[in-house]
């Protein structure tokens, strides 16, 4: 797996490109890791909010609830006029967006309308009062329970981004990276082959011109040689010829040829 | 990118799934809703949950509400949620690689059922994430 790389022509622009993407990818890489490193910030925050929040919930609604029995020792059973009286909602909640190391998060904020005019008259009747502390105590632990729903829906936001984000980083840390450092190493290699190459053969074919010329010297040199020889020893075989052919003529048959 | 969130222009709704006293208490708030013109058989924002309901009832509830577009936040009795357990569970699988978790679940202790982390879905993962670190 080490040895893989991009299947390139090793040409020089090849290296140039290449060269590129590498730089791009240690950036990319460097960027990441950071924005990686802040969404772990901000993770282990929510979590900590989360735990909290959540462990005192249980003490809020409590005490609401024990205000809930107040009510209906004073009040009687008010359920059922109250369901009749639903209509539209005046509490709502309002979705915002926060950026955190530019992932957009999910906030919520809670808004208030007026009460609805049928409820209104709940809070006039035989124990009122108490259901109106009631709806107050309700009403705080409505906040708490929309800011832990913030919380939630947060964390589950960033549990994602991170776990993308991570992924991302490891791809370019393990994969992305090596693959071009290989290719760019491959391409250098391969153009440092080819230029030796071409070395080697200039210098054999210089070597070969130079023998070839050597070798023309040699032969000029040599025939030269014998062409002087040819002139000295050409006089010698005249006289030779003179006399060899008088003693072969007159026939001394002592001397054999 | 447009924001993925906004949901409804005029803010969104919240829901309750719980016992009498509990959806009593909300509803005083002024969190319940009715809108006769939604086409699903429940159309308020709230259903409450005795010991004669039907576990189906219950689970159909859920998944009108966790369907809706308009509800950002359901509040269900813990006890209610351990009934339904398996339906809750799907639903945090579906939701898990969205960026959009509408709406979002949270279990709350009732006036008989103290809350317990170690059942609730969501704290769980929670806990899980933060446990190795505590030690």
Redesign the interface.
């Given at each position: 797996m080490a040895q893989a790389r991009y299947a390139v022509f090793a040409t020089r622009m090849a290296l140039t490109i290449y060269k590129g993407k590498l730089k791009g990818a240690i950036k990319g890489h460097s960027l990441l890791k950071r924005k990686a490193d802040a969404l772990k910030i901000k993770f282990?925050k929510v979590?900590?909010d989360?735990?909290e929040n959540?462990?005192a919930?249980?003490g809020t609604?409590?005490d609401?609830?024990f205000?809930?029995?107040t009510a209906k020792y004073s009040a009687g059973d008010?359920?059922e006029s109250?369901?009749e009286s639903?209509?539209?909602?005046?509490?709502?909640?309002?979705?915002q967006?926060e950026n955190v190391a530019g992932v957009?998060l999910?906030v919520?904020k809670q808004?208030?309308e007026d009460?609805?005019s049928s409820?209104q008259l709940?809070g006039l009747g035989k124990g009122g009062q108490a259901?109106q502390k009631?709806?107050q105590s309700?009403?705080s632990?409505?906040e708490v329970?929309?800011h832990?729903?913030s919380l939630?829906?947060t964390?589950?936001?960033v549990?994602?981004?991170l776990k993308v984000t991570n992924r991302r980083v490891n791809a370019l840390e393990h994969v992305v990276k090596p693959k071009l450092e290989n290719t760019v190493s491959y391409i250098v290699t391969e153009l440092d082959e080819r230029e030796r190459e071409e070395f080697f053969r200039l210098k054999k074919i210089q070597e070969k011109k130079a023998k070839a010329i050597e070798a023309a010297e040699a032969q000029k040199n040599a025939e030269s040689l014998v062409e002087a020889q040819l002139r000295l020893t050409g006089q010698f075989t005249n006289e030779a010829s003179e006399e060899g052919a008088s003693m072969s003529m007159g026939g001394d048959n002592d001397l054999l040829y | 990118m447009g924001s993925r969130f906004i949901g409804l222009q005029e803010g969104n709704l919240l829901a309750v799934i719980g016992d009498e006293d509990t959806v009593t208490g909300f509803l005083l708030t002024g969190v319940g809703h009715v809108d006769m013109l939604r086409k699903e058989s429940l159309k308020s924002n709230f259903f409450i949950v005795n010991s004669k309901t039907p576990q189906s009832q219950v689970e159909n509830a859920f998944r009108v509400f966790t369907q809706r577009d308009d509800i950002a936040i359901l509040l269900i009795n813990q006890h209610i949620a351990n009934e339904i357990r398996g339906v809750l569970d799907e639903y945090y699988e579906m939701v898990q690689g969205r960026q959009n978790p509408l709406p979002t679940i949270l279990e709350i202790p009732s006036k008989t059922h103290p809350y317990e982390m170690d059942k609730d879905s969501l704290m769980t993962r929670v806990q899980a994430l933060m446990g190795p670190r505590e030690l």
């Open positions: 282990r979590l900590k989360l735990m959540k462990m919930l249980g609604m409590r609401a609830n205000s809930l029995s008010f359920s109250l369901k639903v209509e539209s909602a005046s509490v709502r909640v309002r979705i967006e957009r999910p919520f808004q208030s009460i609805g409820m709940l259901i009631t709806r309700f009403l632990a409505l329970l929309v832990l729903a939630q829906t964390f589950v936001a549990d994602e981004a | -």
